[in-house]
């Protein structure tokens, strides 16, 4: 038996609420999604019985995003360095997928997203610009990783905090990895 539209619309925004709530505040409890989703508790719990079928989900949710940045950044397209470039552009404006992955209690991981048949897209671009000579030979593939990976999570952040727009995070997320730190002449 398939929903109607109505409760197809209703779960798709209980579970959009979550991913919004839950990528700001990994503590935030199922009121709060209800109240983002401006719905009650007892509809949410009609849709997802508890919060396990929820954050289920929500990591659905977000490996759709995941991928779709991924799919975006065209990361067989180019160098490997530029496909890296877009790859951050791309993340960092989902940022509250981001979110789920960098908070204190994160609900998604690497892991979740290997279990369903994906690589890492970072260290697919890595290698490829490992592979294509447009990342430096003499940095181990894992070291360049690690350190994409804590870019993202300092522009995610930077972002999050107001410091910067998640667009302009990622130039300047790009630019650091990229160019170094190091003021040209």
């Not at 360095?81 to 790859?87: I, P, Q, T």
């Not at 070291?143 to 998640?166: I, N």
Request: proline share 2%; charged share 25%.
């Amino acid at each position: 038996m398939t929903d109607s539209p109505r409760a197809s619309r209703t779960r798709r925004d209980l579970v959009r609420s979550a991913v919004e709530v839950w990528g700001r505040d990994s503590r935030a409890t199922l009121a709060d999604v209800a109240t983002a989703a401006g719905t009650g508790r007892a509809t949410l719990h009609r849709y997802f019985p508890g919060r396990a079928e929820l954050v289920a989900a929500v990591e659905e949710e977000a490996l759709i995003r995941l991928g779709a940045a991924v799919d975006r950044a065209e990361v067989l397209e180019g160098s490997g360095a530029e496909a890296l470039a877009r790859l951050c552009h791309e993340m960092l404006v989902e940022d509250e997928v981001l979110g789920l992955v960098f908070a204190d209690d994160a609900l998604l991981d690497l892991e979740t997203w290997e279990a369903v048949g994906h690589r890492d897209p970072v260290s697919l671009v890595v290698e490829r610009g490992l592979d294509d000579g447009s990342l430096a030979a003499d940095l181990p593939a894992q070291w360049l990783v690690v350190h994409v990976w804590a870019a993202l999570f300092g522009g995610w952040l930077a972002a999050r905090d107001g410091a910067v727009h998640a667009r302009r995070a990622a130039e300047l997320m790009v630019r650091t990895l990229l160019g170094g730190v190091a003021a040209t002449s």
